[in-house]
């Protein structure tokens, strides 16, 4: 049978200008953004806002439902703009009788495959030219300025922050890039070829950056091949001598007759874990639809929680995307049923 292909190509006469960016194959993560802008005015017309005097109304109240209503609006207006189902939107206005100001804030968030900053921006611009309309009778010389991204997360780049800074609040709620500091970890490679120094280990090394990044001890990095005993003996070892509380192994998960791994995982852990794996294949298959291959799978060995991963950095960069969010709490849970590590 003949497989469908990703994307169709058109022999036609003349190109398109322009092409909306095909998502299908990007994970659904937890997105959100916060944008910022600033409208100026005179002290007349600031007084009129803060004293809610306005002939108009309250355009405070007004802008927050406009802002709400421009960021659900984002992909009618802008062309390239994916449509997106919001989870939230919040429109904040701050008020700054210093420069007779106001600076309004939206946050959107979105269970999603794309983010949510043109909805943030879009919340942004729709609440700010609301205060315009409702105060251009009091005074015509207004100005709209420093319209900004200020932060956003969720998706395989993970946290952005504006290099324009942003306020301590806001940096103050921000998930830590450091998510594992404090812990301890350690790196198994399951390889023949990689043990026998055929090719240079990439799945291990790019573990051990991704770990470090996160501000994770990484005690010990080894390299075994695809032989039970050799990574059972490996496991019991680095658990003994560097009792980490997270040890992820790369290699020796797929269907093969050399994919030993998840048996000798399942040999000598003292419970399995079989619903990491199932996650991660579930949401691995956003990536590939052979996902289900996978023998993915973790388990406990005293305080130390094991994950089974597969051996290409690619597939090590597509697990590390899905577990990274929840590792640490995971972590912490794992502490608070009694397997706090002795020092």
């Known amino acids: 049978m003949k497989q469908a292909k990703e994307a169709l190509k058109f022999e036609v006469s003349n190109n398109p200008n322009f092409k909306m960016i095909d998502v299908g194959r990007k994970r659904p993560t937890r997105r959100r953004a916060v944008a910022c802008g600033k409208i100026k005015m005179n002290r007349e017309a600031f007084e009129a806002i803060r004293d809610e005097t306005l002939p108009k109304g309250n355009v405070l109240a007004l802008a927050e439902a406009a802002g709400i209503m421009g960021a659900k609006k984002a ?11 919001l989870d939230q939107v919040t429109i904040h206005c701050d008020l700054n009788a210093a420069d007779h100001s106001v600076t309004v804030y939206a946050q959107a968030a979105a269970f999603a495959k794309t983010g949510v900053e043109m909805e943030a921006l879009a919340g942004v611009n729709t609440a700010l030219l609301t205060i315009w309309d409702v105060t251009k009778g009091t005074d015509p010389n207004l100005s709209i300025e420093s319209v900004r991204l200020l932060v956003k997360t969720g ?44 090719y240079a280990d990439e799945s291990g090394s790019y573990l051990k950056k991704l770990l470090a990044d996160a501000g994770a001890e990484v005690m010990a990095y080894e390299v075994v091949p695809d032989h039970k005993d050799s990574i059972a003996q490996a496991i019991v ?93 995971a972590l912490e849970k794992i502490k608070k049923q009694g397997f706090e590590i002795k020092k």
Request: glycine content about 10%.
């Open 75 to 85: 992909s009618d207006l802008i062309p390239m703009c994916h449509t997106l189902s």
């Open 155 to 198: 998706g395989k780049n993970g946290n952005w922050t504006s290099s324009g800074g942003i306020p301590a609040w806001l940096k103050d709620q921000l998930p830590s890039e450091q998510f594992l500091e404090g812990k301890k970890a350690a790196i198994l490679v399951m390889s023949d070829r990689a043990a026998q120094g055929v």
């Open 237 to 329: 070892d680095i658990c003994k001598s560097s009792k980490p509380d997270l040890l992820l192994a790369s290699g020796g998960t797929g269907p093969g007759p050399r994919d030993v791994t998840p048996e000798v995982l399942a040999s000598i852990s003292d419970r399995m874990l079989d619903g990491l794996g199932d996650i991660l294949r579930a949401e691995s298959l956003h990536y590939t639809d052979t996902a289900w291959l996978s023998r993915m799978t973790a388990g406990m060995i005293g305080a130390t929680l094991l994950i089974a991963l597969p051996g290409s950095p690619k597939a090590v960069r597509e697990c590390w995307e899905i577990l990274s969010p929840f590792l640490s709490d």
